[in-house]
């Protein structure tokens, strides 16, 4: 048994996805290790953005994990990968469990700050960021 992190599913949360993650590989021989603590640990390394070899112990061997990971992480003929697809199915399941629509109805963009056009008519100066907007 391994300690729980923060990028962690919990097991009925991968039971929604663990079929699609299956039918990526070729069943040649037998699971070795348990593919939840393999998309656990994909999920380790792209929430905390370390090396492969920079696993924790308590995950299976690193190649195991990358190896797996190249699997799902290839695009299909539409140019979604399973790892995609099973991360937004993820997401649309929760939201629906919440109540709310699967799909979001609004969008916030922050970006830094843009120089008005021309025509504006009102200029005034941002002394955060020395701007002048």
């Not at 290839?74 to 993820?90: F, N, P, W």
Request: proline fraction near 5%.
């Amino acid at each position: 048994m391994r300690k729980p992190y923060p990028s962690d599913v919990t097991r009925e949360q991968f039971a929604m996805i663990a079929d699609d993650l299956k039918s990526a590989r070729k069943s040649t021989r037998p699971r070795t290790a348990d593919l939840y603590e393999i998309f656990c640990a994909v999920l380790y390394v792209l929430k905390n953005g370390c090396t492969w070899r920079a696993l924790p112990h308590d995950f299976p061997n690193w190649k195991l994990v990358y190896y797996y990971y190249t699997v799902w992480e290839q695009k299909d003929e539409t140019g979604v990968s399973i790892i995609d697809y099973c991360l937004a199915k993820m997401v649309d399941l929760s939201r629906y469990c919440e109540g709310r629509n699967p799909l979001p109805s609004m969008g916030i963009v922050d970006s830094k700050s843009i120089q008005n056009a021309d025509t504006a008519r009102e200029k005034g100066y941002d002394a955060g960021k020395k701007l002048r907007a």
